[in-house]
C-alpha cells in the first residue's frame, strides 16, 4: 500500500490551497481517513478526520476554513484549505487506516507529508 500525498506549496496568508491523497495497493476497504501536520520544533497534530461512519473531526484552529472529504472510488482523500493563515504552515501528512483482506487487522498508514507555506 502506498500512499501519495499531493498539492502543498508556497501562498499568501488569505489564499487557498487543496491537498489530495491518494492510496493504491492491495487494499479491500479504507475505514478513517485524516490529515496531520506538523510545524518546525512542534509535535504531529492532528488536522482533521474523517471516519467510516461518515463523521468530520476538526481541530479548533481549522474550523469553518478547512474541508476534509474523500472520493471512495478513488481512494483519495482531500483537504480543501480556505483562509490560510501564516499558522497554518507546516508539512502535512496524511493518514489513512484500511484493511487489505476482509475480516483482516486494521493497518494505519502515513503518507510523505507535503510542505504549506503561508506568507503573512
Known amino acids: 500500500v502506498q500512499l501519495q500525498a499531493s498539492g502543498g506549496g508556497l501562498v499568501q496568508a488569505g489564499g487557498s490551497l487543496r491537498l489530495s491523497c491518494a492510496a493504491s495497493g492491495s487494499i479491500f476497504s479504507i475505514n478513517a481517513v485524516g490529515w496531520y501536520r506538523q510545524a518546525p520544533g512542534k509535535r504531529r497534530e492532528l488536522v482533521a478526520t474523517f471516519t467510516s461512519g ?10 469553518g476554513r478547512f474541508t476534509i472529504s474523500r472520493d471512495f472510488a478513488k481512494n483519495t482523500v482531500y483537504l480543501q484549505m480556505n483562509s490560510l493563515k501564516p499558522g497554518d504552515t507546516a508539512v502535512y501528512y496524511c493518514n489513512v487506516r484500511l484493511l487489505i483482506v476482509s475480516g483482516g487487522p486494521t493497518l494505519g498508514y502515513w503518507g510523505q507529508g507535503t510542505q504549506v507555506t503561508v506568507s503573512s
Open 54 to 63: 461518515g463523521s468530520t473531526n476538526y481541530a479548533d484552529s481549522v474550523k
